[in-house]
């Protein structure tokens, strides 16, 4: 079965500090992960994506770490802000973005 | 605006009542997609259609159905054969690089 399993389910970070949040997936035909960041009573909006290809992708404060042999992926949130307070969702795919499957969710606190 | 708009954005339902909700593009993407979204539990896919006249079944098409007559729209419906509606019902479209964007999104409530 496609999985896609997110870790933790929740985090409290203190201003300034780093938020990391993990996902590992099963399926090797996966060739897209993509993060999303959703406000409360809001849809996602794409944050940074990566393909295995690549080990590590960098946008600003965010970062993608891909780990192929161990099929686990990361997002780091640098210097994180009270503004990043959100439910950030990892998500896979076989066909380059078609039929998205989702982690469960991270909702991220940042405390001032 | 260019986007995705979903309405409404809060629909009760009775039991043994079917319900639409409306999804609408202008941003010419020909892939649209429905998601259900309860809590703890992700985005989960209940219907896709790549092109107009064409829809796929996604992981939990049991109790909904879809149609695509337009490629700017694509209405979900809630049937009554869906025990457990009560979630957030999100509206997406694929854009280039094959970036997914979401609408808003709509609440549904069983009462």
């Known amino acids: 079965q496609q999985q896609v399993k997110q870790s933790p389910q929740s985090l409290i970070v203190q201003k300034g500090g780093i938020s990391i949040i993990n996902c590992a997936y099963e399926?090797?035909?996966?060739?897209?992960f993509p993060w999303y960041q959703q406000f409360p009573g809001k849809g996602p909006a794409l944050l940074i994506a990566?393909?295995?290809?690549?080990s590590e992708k960098k946008e600003g404060r965010f970062t993608i770490s891909f780990n192929k042999s161990a099929k686990q992926f990361s997002l780091h949130i640098m210097d994180s802000q009270p503004g990043d307070s959100a439910t950030y969702f990892c998500?896979?795919?076989?066909?380059?973005?078609?039929?998205?499957?989702f982690g469960a969710g991270t909702i991220l606190r940042v405390k001032s | 605006d260019g986007g995705i708009t979903q309405s409404p954005k809060y629909l009760f339902r009775k039991e043994g009542q079917n319900v639409t909700l409306s999804c609408e593009q202008n941003l010419n993407h020909d892939a649209m997609y429905w998601y259900r979204q309860d809590p703890g539990q992700g985005l989960r896919l209940i219907y896709y259609?790549?092109?107009?006249?064409?829809?796929q079944k996604g992981d939990i098409a049991e109790g909904y159905s879809v149609s695509r007559e337009k490629k700017e729209s694509f209405p979900l419906t809630v049937t009554s054969a869906q025990k457990n509606p009560t979630a957030f019902y999100l509206c997406a479209s694929m854009g280039p690089g094959n970036t997914i964007y979401f609408g808003e999104g709509s609440w549904l409530t069983v009462v």
């Open positions: 259609s790549q092109i107009v006249n064409d829809f």
């Open positions: 998500a896979a795919s076989m066909e380059y973005g078609n039929k998205l499957v």
């Open positions: 399926n090797t035909a996966f060739d897209y």
């Open positions: 990566i393909r295995p290809d690549v």
